[in-house]
């Protein structure tokens, strides 16, 4: 065989390498959804709210006359690992949203309520649907677990997990894990896994925080805050 030859396979055989070598590097880095200064790169869903920045953190605070509303990225991502550290003042009820998008047509379906009975229930274009990982200061304490909103409801509570349960700090700063990969969706909270399991719907959306609507005048005023936010697909 050639010199000339040779080198040409070298060559070849060396870019492939740094190819893969360079792909899987950015693979594994970790990506700041948030640039703790301005809400560049995210935007209102469903409804208007009151989100800003204040102190290096997303803030967000409820008013007696806002309904349900997002606050979610523009992007959209698959395959991920998703962490972030959130306080919210009780008795608020929040939420993290991953793989949603907003609902193109009204739908009537089968939705599991919070006392996981069934009931058929119609959802109008424009509202919220995909995956959303639970915030639940209230005594049930699910947080973490799995919800659909705008659509099927509860898919998996944290019923029978009592560590899971016992792992949210009320009214204080606490830390969500979520990892989404092919059809399997886990969560922890505070480094204690909730929920391991798996769903086929939804593949890919953007990621969000939910400023659930006021339903009692407690509930108008109180804040709800985010920082720490990172991303690494894959």
């Given at each position: 065989m050639k010199l000339k030859s040779i080198y040409q396979i070298s060559s070849i055989v060396l870019f492939f390498f740094l190819f893969i070598s360079c792909k899987t590097e950015k693979q594994e880095e970790w990506i700041s959804l948030f640039d703790g200064k301005t809400l560049k790169g995210w935007v209102l869903k469903e409804a208007e709210g009151k989100f800003y920045v204040e102190?290096?953190?997303?803030?967000?605070?409820?008013?007696e006359n806002t309904p349900n509303c997002y606050l979610a990225t523009e992007e959209y991502f698959s395959d991920?690992?998703?962490?972030?550290?959130?306080?919210?003042?009780?008795?608020?009820?929040?939420?993290?949203?991953?793989?949603?998008?907003?609902?193109?047509?009204?739908?009537?379906?089968?939705?599991?309520?919070?006392?996981?009975?069934?009931?058929?229930?119609?959802?109008?274009?424009?509202?919220?649907?995909?995956?959303?990982?639970?915030?639940?200061?209230?005594?049930?304490?699910?947080?973490?677990?799995?919800y659909e909103p705008g659509g099927r409801g509860w898919l998996q509570n944290l019923e029978g997990k009592p560590e899971a349960q016992q792992a949210y700090k009320k009214d204080d700063w606490n830390h969500f894990k979520i990892v989404a990969q092919g059809n399997r969706i886990q969560t922890w909270i505070n480094n204690v896994q909730a929920i391991n399991t798996t769903d086929d719907l939804f593949k890919s959306g953007f990621i969000g925080f939910q400023m659930h609507s006021v339903y009692n005048e407690e509930q108008a005023g109180k804040k709800m805050f985010w920082k720490n936010i990172r991303i690494k697909e894959l």
């Open positions: 102190d290096g953190m997303i803030v967000s605070v409820t008013d991920f690992i998703l962490e972030l550290d959130f306080k919210i003042e009780s008795p608020l009820n929040s939420g993290v949203n991953i793989r949603s998008k907003v609902r193109e047509r009204d739908s009537t379906l089968v939705y599991i309520n919070g006392r996981m009975e069934p009931e058929e229930t119609t959802f109008p274009a424009g509202m919220m649907v995909g995956y959303q990982i639970e915030i639940d200061p209230s005594e049930r304490a699910w947080t973490g677990g799995l």
